[in-house]
């Protein structure tokens, strides 16, 4: 049995509700932002109850985009996104397990009907996240792509991440959670059914990530949130011994040419205030607050992910790149296990 396999038959015949998973990694460990917490309710509870998830990939300013769950599983952040983009946007969802499908397709009409939407603004694609063209996913054709607790999963990561910066629009974004691991784990627990299907078997080294994305081009990307995960099971952890793992929400974006370092061009953001769900501050990372009207100092790259992206109208940004100071100084201390740009 491969590793898709075992994946599929883990999620698909083993786990029958996420109460029978033996660790938090593929439960969420972090709390709805508080823009979707209210509309949870609103979700069926038979696609609550098979949701696993290790974050809360769901960022802000989404009306009326073009967004792609990978790994959507039973559907609940497809339909949460269903409700942000509002019915002139679109959400995607591609999963390769057919018993979470089912169930994600089984309560289309009810949430439909609960969001009050005349059509379906979603659609279910059985497909691999590693070959989206198969799942007729085109070239430069989305805003966004959320992934919640699942490239770990997938035996080909370079080719999954290759894949979603091809359909990503320029100036979209990659938001997604997923589970961190402090080493490169052995080859045991890469193939351990148990442990791939509790997302610990093929978590990622945090710098092997690192260079995946300055491979595929994308020097800068943005740490959101992080959580160390905790293995309360026995066996499970003799399996991984003392490997540390994170829960970790990432940010990065389709923008040629950022620098591999944060450089310093004088310039200064203010954000308006603009986007509802953040009317008086905006967080673009963990490093970055950005106060209603307030002043904030950013570095050259931080500045082309609010001008270059869907943020471009909620902010003013002052300066150029003309002249140039040097690098940008990013002295307050950092959270972060990973080497990402430092701002």
Sequence with gaps: MNTQEKVKNYYGKVLQTNKDL??????????????????????????????????????????????????????????????????EGHVTGVDMTDEQLTVAKKHLEFQMDKFGYKSPNVSFVHGYIEDLASAGIKDNSMDLIVSNCVTNLSPDKPKVFSEIFRVLKPGGELYFSDVFASRRLPKSCQEDPVLLGECLGGAMYTEDFRRLLVRLGIHDYRIVTQNTLSISDPEVQRKVGDTQFFSITFRAFKINELEDKCEDYGQVAYYQGTIPESPNEFRLDNHHLFKKHAPVLVCSNTARMLTDTRFSKHFKVIGSTENHLGLFDCSTPRVSTTSAACC
């Design 22 to 87: 033996k660790t938090s990694a593929c439960c969420s460990v972090e709390a709805l932002p508080a823009h979707t917490r209210e509309l949870l309710p609103l979700i069926h509870t038979e696609i609550q109850e098979k949701f696993y998830g290790c974050g809360s990939p769901l960022p802000v300013a989404l009306r009326g985009q073009k967004v792609l769950d990978l790994g959507c599983g039973s559907g609940r952040d497809v339909y949460l996104l269903s409700h942000l983009v509002g019915a």
